[in-house]
């Protein structure tokens, strides 16, 4: 192997350990001098392994300027027991999840530990500096940890993270996580929007928005002509916060970017402006194709007239022209206006009728599933109670034959629009009336924890399949929720599940067994999520 100026000396010695010190001797300097090779390698690996924990690099050259001092955090310290179970949850992050079979009736703690994060968030802790490096590790691993372990982190995880190239993600995703200036400060506000890391022009953009809208707008303005394409996506996005008709001409212009992605960003937002110059574009193109048929006597029908071709202007407005495989262009082309279009624009369209009525209407020409699934994305994207009602329809009509989409996913985004207590209720009777087998996305957009309702509608059905002999894997997904999403106060109902239920003549081998460890697994899951905020709160 040819040594390069670019191997960090980890590399170095992680080569020199593969191979042999008899075979690589590491580079002059980097092992200490008058031990035997191999003794040396270790006691170097050793101190490099300390090195990358603590998130310190070696110093180019001695007498080099000293870092700066960590930034001090305000937010108060974490309770010992608190702390404790963090190191605990850190140091089981590594350790085995299960993938289904048998895993036993311990909790598993990697589950956890983004929930004792978000709890800690609530609480307004900062992490201690001695789990500052384990917890960068941590987000590094696993994405779906970051925005809230960098929010705990806080200023001193972003100036650990600069220290060290594998935390460098810190630097460029999710909240900055550092000391703010004042938003009513100019100057710095300034400087930092023009000197700042990207991650720090994030999180302040994000700050000045909920204090001031159009001061943020006005200075994402002042640099937006030269920033890179991915990060004009970011900024953009972070405009879904506090969006307002105020912030129709940014928008508007920013339908001529050069980036294809920025401009589509740009139309979404303004298509959830029901008063924006693109929505009531969009709702006279789209109005233009969908009307009552009102000829002769037979009863009210809607008819559709798809669009003929996908001109210049509708592109500016973020019509895709060139639709996906197996995907005609006419009805691609009406599905995206009728997306983007107001809902408020079909009552008057459609003869007065209430969205549950138009919804119910018959489409002639197999028409209804492409218009059906059009309004479902745009219930969804204006988060239109009323609308998303009529098209999720009783949650005891079957799902094949409801008024709008069949898919979990699209049910999901529509129940978002719900107020937390009726979303939980829809599912709770949803799953009552269908078991789990479709509920698993429809679960995972409900309020933590679940509702009185949706908790016993779920374990109610955990018990049936139970009951019907099957083995517990095919409701993995379901339990790992529960563990994390039922109230720690149904522990005590649910011990008498934990038992082994008698083999009956038709049930699975051992499923008996396997059954009463999941729920000796729930049961002690939601044990330990209520001393973790016990911990937290004491």
């Not at 912030?247 to 920013?254: M, T």
């Not at 009102?294 to 639709?323: F, K, L, T």
Request: glycine content about 8%; aromatic content about 6%.
């Amino acid at each position: 192997m040819t040594r390069t100026a670019s191997t960090s000396p980890w590399e170095e010695l992680v080569t020199s350990a593969l191979l042999g010190t008899d075979r690589r001797t590491p580079q002059s300097g980097l092992t200490p001098a008058g031990k035997d090779a191999p003794v040396a390698l270790l006691d170097a690996a050793a101190l490099h392994t300390v090195r990358r924990r603590a998130g310190l690099r070696p110093a180019a050259r001695a007498g080099g300027a000293p870092s700066e001092p960590a930034p001090h955090d305000t937010r108060r310290a974490l309770p010992e027991p608190a702390r404790r179970r963090l190191v605990q949850l850190l140091a089981d992050r590594a350790g085995p999840t299960g993938s289904g079979g048998r895993r036993g009736t311990a909790p598993d703690l990697t589950e956890l530990l983004p929930q004792w994060l978000a709890a800690a968030n609530e609480h307004g802790y900062r992490a201690p500096a001695s789990v500052l490096p384990g917890l960068l590790d941590a987000a590094r691993a696993r994405t779906d940890l970051r925005p809230q372990a960098l929010e705990f982190a806080g200023p001193r995880g972003l100036w650990l993270a600069r220290l060290n190239p594998e935390w460098k993600y810190a630097l460029r995703g999710g909240p900055a996580g550092s000391a703010l200036p004042a938003v009513d400060d100019a100057e710095a506000v300034r400087k930092l929007w023009e000197e700042g890391l990207f991650a720090e022009r994030v999180a302040l953009l994000t700050a000045l928005r909920a204090h001031d809208a159009g001061a943020a707008l006005a200075l994402l303005g002042t640099t937006w002509s030269t920033e890179r394409a991915e990060d004009r996506l970011m900024f953009l996005d972070s405009l879904r916060a506090a969006l307002s008709d105020a912030d129709e001409p940014f928008l508007e212009q920013a339908l001529s970017d050069r980036s294809r992605n920025v401009r589509a960003t740009a139309a979404e937002l303004l298509s959830a402006l029901p008063r924006s110059a693109l929505a009531g574009r969009m709702a006279a193109r789209a109005a233009s194709c969908v009307a009552i048929d009102r000829s002769g006597d037979a009863a009210a029908a809607i008819v559709v007239e798809a669009p003929h071709e996908c001109d210049a202007d509708m592109q500016r407005d973020g019509i895709v022209p060139a639709p996906p495989s197996g995907r005609g262009e006419r009805s691609w082309w009406l599905g995206q206006l009728v997306e983007a279009a107001p809902l408020s624009v079909w009552p008057g369209r459609l003869g007065g009728r209430s969205a549950r009525e138009i919804v119910a209407l018959p489409v002639s020409d197999d028409w209804a599933d492409e218009l059906h699934a059009a309004w479902c994305r745009a219930a969804a994207r204006q988060r239109d109670a009323d609308w998303s009602r009529a098209l999720l329809g009783a949650p005891a009509t079957p799902p094949s034959t409801g008024p709008g989409t069949t898919s979990p996913a699209e049910r999901s985004k529509l129940l978002a629009a719900l107020p937390d207590d009726e979303r939980a209720s829809w599912v709770a009777e949803f799953i009552a009336a269908h078991g789990l087998s479709e509920a698993f996305q429809l679960l995972g957009v409900c309020a933590v924890p679940w509702a009185e309702p949706l908790g016993r509608a779920v374990v109610d059905a955990l018990e049936i399949a139970r009951d019907a002999g099957s083995y517990p894997w095919s409701f993995s997904g379901v339990m790992g929720l529960a563990e994390r999403c039922l109230s720690p106060e149904e522990a005590g109902r649910l011990e008498v599940l934990t038992a082994t239920p008698d083999d009956q003549e038709d049930a699975s081998p051992g499923a008996g067994s396997y059954w009463s460890e999941a729920f000796q697994r729930l049961v002690s899951t939601l044990r330990l999520r209520a001393t973790m905020h016990a911990e937290l709160t004491a």
